[in-house]
């Protein structure tokens, strides 16, 4: 049995980079369900639940906006970092020679109206660790806006805000007059079978009258 919460995210910059785009980012035309899913983690996680995204709908126009911004091409050594806590000397990083400027295509003034529910997994407890603890949880941190971890629109620099919707209004977004957009094939999410090397899973994301129906497209995901 699943138990479901609708929630509106919105932010004024969002990027949902593009895995094709090796060089610089490109985000997708709308938010991605992985990215749906990590926002609604970020407010409420526990191995005893996996949370499943139902639908999206987008409430404004998708416009796309450019910066340029430096980015290191390589991570800094955990062996230098280790190096330094063990002699107790300070690490310079020393990154000029290192820093790329490269840019970025992005989204700007997003507002999303998400469906989603969670399944109780493997991992939880007894009758103590039912679902009805966990979604009260859920909509409690949700109503108090509390979260384990910033939510964010796909960078950690773009910072997401969250809030719960606890009746079935209806709202009258950009493309509720649209018949249909084909944003093509879109990263539906990551799977953990193989711990060591997730494999990414596409669906094609359809959105009519503005809304993506999530749930609907789930037969369809591909490798």
């Known amino acids: 049995m699943g138990y479901g919460i609708r929630v509106r995210v919105s932010g004024p910059r969002a990027c949902f980079t593009r895995p094709e785009m090796k060089a610089e980012r490109v985000s997708y035309d709308v938010i991605t369900p992985s990215a749906a899913r990590g926002i ?4 409420y996680w526990k191995p005893a639940i996996r949370w499943v995204i139902d639908r999206i709908e987008v409430l404004n ?5 450019t910066f340029r911004r430096n980015e290191l091409e390589s991570k800094l050594s955990y062996r230098n970092a280790k190096e330094a806590c063990e002699k107790d000397t300070e690490l310079h990083i020393v990154a000029s020679e290192k820093r790329q400027q490269r840019a970025m295509t992005y989204l700007r003034d ?3 109206v998400i469906d989603a529910h969670f399944v109780m997994t493997e991992s939880a407890g007894g009758q103590d660790d039912g679902p009805e603890k966990h979604y009260n949880i859920a909509l409690r941190r949700l109503r108090k806006g509390q979260h384990f971890m910033q939510p964010v629109l796909g960078c950690r620099e773009f910072p997401a805000t969250v809030e719960l919707l606890e009746d079935r209004e209806e709202f009258r977004g950009f493309y509720s007059d649209t018949p249909e957009k084909d944003f ?3 990263l539906y999410d990551l799977d953990f079978s193989n711990a060591d090397s997730p494999d990414p899973r596409f669906f094609r994301a359809v959105m009519r009258n503005g809304v993506i129906d999530v749930a609907s497209s789930r037969e369809g995901v591909v490798a």
């Open 40 to 43: 609604i983690e970020a407010v």
């Open 110 to 112: 997003v507002s999303y």
């Open 61 to 65: 126009e998708i416009r796309f906006d």
């Open 184 to 186: 093509g094939f879109m």
